[in-house]
T-cell receptor, first 113, second 110 residues
Framework: KAGVTQTPRYLIKTRGQQVTLSCSPISGHRSVSWYQQTPGQGLQFLFEYFSETQRNKGNFPGRFSGRQFSNSRSEMNVSTLELGDSALYLC????????????FGSGTQLSVL | QKEVEQNSGPLSVPEGAIASLNCTYS??????FFWYRQYSGKSPELIMS????GDKEDGRFTAQLNKASQYVSLLIRDSQPSDSATYLC??????????FGTGTKLQVIP
């Protein structure tokens, strides 16, 4: 089985721009969760999608949004980028059942200049 | 109060010793508990899950859960240099949201 695929691997943007990150889950997985990882804050939950519906959301501003397509692929968008948005963005897939473990992609390293 | 708390370390242990990693959580309704390992520059990977009070062993790893004390721990026996990594405690707060601690960095000294 192919793992979780995230693209692009690296991104450099400037303040005020917007960015879209992509995540393809493991085949058969219907849940995709997004996390932001920074050295000081660790892994912070952004949101989780299941069958094209957002089921849960973390405490991030509305500039962070996402969506999921019928094939379970997910995208995350960040508008009006700020310097503090520089981080590793990880997506994780699972079957979506409770207690299921998460499988992580390699992440997208976003640098905002 | 953070939902999941871990000591950031680093925790240094000599090769062959037992490494003990600890985690506390705030939500008494939490049902599922996980330990992930993250090597530098890599993404987290699951090493243990535990759902009921007591111990769960898998090879050199033992996870311990005490729901009354809201405490979960990971023991690594016969620690190896290859175990040097950051260990993340994760708690399933509700069915769809998994919250992570900030991680404990483990250094195994040869």
């Amino acid at each position: 089985k192919a793992g979780v695929t995230q693209t692009p691997r690296y991104l450099i943007k400037t303040r005020g721009q917007q960015v879209t990150l992509s995540c393809s889950p493991i085949s058969g997985h219907r849940s995709v969760s997004w996390y932001q990882q920074t050295p000081g804050q660790g892994l912070q939950f952004l949101f989780e999608y299941f069958s094209e519906t957002q089921r849960n959301k973390g405490n991030f501003p509305g500039r962070f949004s996402g969506r999921q397509f019928s094939n379970s692929r997910s995208e995350m968008n960040v508008s009006t980028l700020e310097l503090g948005d520089s981080a590793l963005y990880l997506c994780a897939s699972s079957s979506g059942q409770s207690n299921e473990k998460l499988f992580f992609g390699s992440g997208t390293q976003l640098s905002v200049l | 109060q953070k939902e999941v708390e871990q000591n950031s370390g680093p925790l240094s242990v000599p090769e062959g010793a037992i490494a003990s990693l600890n985690c506390t959580y705030s939500d008494r309704g939490s049902q599922s508990f996980f330990w992930y390992r993250q090597y530098s520059g890599k993404s987290p990977e699951l090493i243990m899950s535990i759902y009921s009070n007591g111990d769960k062993e898998d090879g050199r790893f033992t996870a311990q859960l005490n729901k009354a004390s809201q405490y979960v721990s990971l023991l690594i026996r016969d620690s190896q240099p290859s175990d040097s990594a950051t260990y993340l405690c994760a708690v399933n707060i509700n069915s769809q949201k998994v919250t992570f601690g900030t991680g404990t960095k483990l250094q195994v000294i040869p």
